[in-house]
Structures are given as C-alpha cells and as structure tokens.
C-alpha cells in the first residue's frame, strides 16, 4: 500500500478528481476538457501524452482500473478498491495530499522513470 499511496500523493492530478473516480467512471477526454476549463483535474498543465503516461502507472501501481464495458475496454478511469480506501482515508482525515518529503518525490519519479523503459 505504501508505493501505492505515494504514487498517488505525487501525482500530478487534483483529489477532486479521484473523489470524482471513486462514484464513477471519468474519461479520459473529460480529463483533458478540464485544463481548459474551472473543474481542474490537473495540478498544472499536462499534455495528452502525460496524462495518459501518469494514469497508465497509476494502474501498473494499483489505483486505477480500466472501465469496460459489453464491448471492451473504453476510455474511461475508475478507482480500484485499492485507490477507494486511500481516497476515501484522507477525505476522512482532510489531509492535504500534496504533502511528501523530496526522498519521496524522488522515490517515486525514479521508479516512474525505471517502469517507462519496460
């Protein structure tokens, strides 16, 4: 649980929108509409690409899912029962998400970095 919720305290995306994916599904289009718009599901402005390479190690880590539906996988996000229990520990705590030592931050873009050659 531990590498899980540390990928997700660095990542680049708001709790809102992990409050967000803990009700429902969010596409992946959703996500980019919001840098445009007030409802921001980013922390800073990300680039198609780097929203796709951030939520594809958020599921390798365990806290996202894929939607699927009748016909396949779609292009929608969901929390796993993973991501929910940490989403739900710091709505509970109202912690602030964003709070992690460099070690941690370094940490955590390493093995980032690392799983983006494989």
């Known amino acids: 649980m531990l590498r899980a919720e540390r990928a997700l305290l660095c990542s680049s995306f708001s709790l809102e929108l992990f409050i967000t994916m803990k009700k429902q599904s969010v596409s992946f289009s959703t996500i980019i ?10 922390l800073k402005f990300l680039s198609e690409q780097q929203i ?17 539906d009748g016909q396949g996988i779609t ?18 705590k109202r912690t602030d998400i964003h709070k992690l030592s460099l070690l941690d931050r370094v940490s955590d873009s390493f093995l980032y970095y690392l799983n983006s050659l494989i």
């Open 52 to 68: 796709d390479q951030r939520l594809t190690w958020l599921i390798k880590v365990g806290i996202l899912r894929r939607e699927v």
């Open 75 to 92: 292009d929608g996000f969901r929390l796993t029962p993973l991501g929910k229990k940490i989403v739900e520990k710091w709505q509970n």
């Open 33 to 42: 509409d919001t840098r445009i718009k007030n409802k921001r599901y980013t």
